[in-house]
T-cell receptor
Framework: NAGVTQTPKFQVLKTGQSMTLQCAQD?????MSWYRQDPGMGLRLIHY???????DQGEVPNGYNVSRSTTEDFPLRLLSAAPSQTSVYFC????????????FGPGTRLTVT | AQRVTQPEKLLSVFKGAPVELKCNYS??????LFWYVQYSRQRLQLLLR??SRESIKGFTADLNKGETSFHLKKPFAQEEDSAMYYC??????????FGKGTKLSVIP
C-alpha cells in the first residue's frame, strides 16, 4: 500500500492564482482531512470528510474548498491564493471518524508570493 | 470547546538525560489523548495513545484526569529522539485537536 499520497511536494503561486492540492489514499479509509502546519501554530484543521459526498469545515476553512467524489481522493482547492496561505499542507486519513489513528501524507509546501 | 496546550516550543536536553514533554488539555468529557511525532523530513506519525498504556521507543505517557495532563516521558534521551512532538485530543466523535507542538533537541 502507498498509504496517503500528496502532490505536488512543492508549489509556488502568485497572489490571486488558484490551484488544487491532490490527496489520495489506498486504505479504503472513510475519514479524510486537510491540515495546515505553521510555525508556532501547530496543525490546524481546514476541512474534513466522513465519506464520499460528505464534507465539513474545520477550524480554518476560509479560502479553501474541498470535495469528495470518491473514497480514495480528497483534493483541496485554493480559490485565490494569498500570502497568508503560505504553509505546509498535510492530508490525513483514518478508518472512521472514531478511528484513533490518523495516517498522514508527506505534505505539500506552498509558498504564495 | 476542547483545547490542547503544549507550553514549551523548544526543549533541549543532553543525551542520556530524562525527558518530559508537557501537555495539558481542557475538555469536560472523557477524552482520548495521543502523542504524534514528526522526525526530520518524515511525515507525522502516531507515537502512542493513552488507552494502550504501552511504551513506544522508550516513551510513556500517563493520562492524569485530575490535572488534565498527558505528559510524555522518557528516562534516557537518545539523539534519534530529536523531532517535533504534538499532543492531540479526540473528544468523542469529533476530530483530533492538536497542540502547537514541542521541538525536542537532544544534544550529543
Amino acid at each position: 500500500n502507498a498509504g496517503v499520497t500528496q502532490t505536488p511536494k512543492f508549489q509556488v503561486l502568485k497572489t490571486g492564482q488558484s490551484m488544487t492540492l491532490q490527496c489520495a489514499q489506498d486504505m479504503n479509509h472513510e475519514y479524510m482531512s486537510w491540515y495546515r502546519q505553521d510555525p508556532g501554530m501547530g496543525l490546524r484543521l481546514i476541512h474534513y470528510s466522513v465519506g464520499a459526498g460528505i464534507t465539513d469545515q474545520g477550524e480554518v476553512p476560509n479560502g479553501y474548498n474541498v470535495s469528495r467524489s470518491t473514497t480514495e481522493d480528497f483534493p483541496l482547492r485554493l480559490l485565490s491564493a494569498a500570502p497568508s496561505q503560505t504553509s505546509v499542507y498535510f492530508c490525513a486519513s483514518s478508518y472512521s471518524l472514531r478511528g484513533y489513528e490518523q495516517y498522514f501524507g508527506p505534505g505539500t509546501r506552498l509558498t504564495v508570493t | 470547546a476542547q483545547r490542547v496546550t503544549q507550553p514549551e516550543k523548544l526543549l533541549s536536553v543532553f543525551k542520556g538525560a530524562p525527558v518530559e514533554l508537557k501537555c495539558n488539555y481542557s475538555y469536560s468529557g472523557s477524552p482520548e489523548l495521543f502523542w504524534y511525532v514528526q522526525y526530520s523530513r518524515q511525515r507525522l506519525q502516531l507515537l502512542l495513545r493513552h488507552i494502550s498504556r504501552e511504551s513506544i521507543k522508550g516513551f510513556t505517557a500517563d493520562l492524569n484526569k485530575g490535572e488534565t495532563s498527558f505528559h510524555l516521558k522518557k528516562p534516557f534521551a537518545q539523539e534519534e529522539d530529536s523531532a517535533m512532538y504534538y499532543c492531540a485530543l479526540k473528544a468523542g466523535s469529533y476530530q483530533l485537536t492538536f497542540g502547537k507542538g514541542t521541538k525536542l533537541s537532544v544534544i550529543p
